[in-house]
């Protein structure tokens, strides 16, 4: 009962609300950098925050398959906005190094290639961009079947993200730790279904050889 209440007060939200509502931190960040309330080093400062969020709000997406198959709680209509925000957030993370912290063209590649933390969240930034790109009803309607194999490409950018999240910090941390052991339980509670996944893969291909 409790979660037919909740599931019916979920269907009341419009998804353009977390459009409005999750970019909210972001700009409290960068409005405190403005006016120099971010501390003695309002760009790493502000990067981190930006960073924070992002990986926060990516753990929420892969939480929300899970949700509903533990709890029923059916958060998947929003899945979309959370990752699109969450892009948002990596690519405003991104930009503060890129424009604010290095600034120098020359030094950004030298920095990619040869800090292994910058290299790790680079390409997690990058295998977001066409999760982005295609987050869309047209893109799903174009590539079909190819749209969801595409988007596993999620679960890369989200341990990568959290992998840059661990590299980045000084000294022992917990918060990344944790942060990055919620991911991974998160993906270890899909196994049993992307194993049946490929079990049923595997029954079927036989057939689709005859037919050759």
Known sequence: MLVQLINSGLRKIPTWVLYILLPIPGILAIMAGLTDNLGPEPIKELEGELGEVAIKLL???????????????????????????????????????????????????????????????????????????????????KLGQFWSVLHRLTYIATILGGLHYIMLVKGFQMEPLVHMAIILAFLVVRVPKWRRSVQASLRGLPDKVLRR
């Open 59 to 141: 753990i929420i997406g892969l939480a929300v398959t899970p949700l509903l198959h533990f709890t029923r709680i059916n958060l998947l209509r929003f899945r979309r906005a959370i990752g699109v925000v969450a892009f948002g957030y990596v690519a405003a993370h991104f930009l503060t190094w890129l424009l604010l912290d290095v600034q120098l063209l020359s030094q950004i590649w030298a920095d990619i290639l040869k800090r292994p933390y910058i290299s790790v969240g680079f390409v997690g930034f990058m295998a977001m961009v066409p999760l982005a790109v295609t987050s869309n009803n047209w893109s799903m309607r």
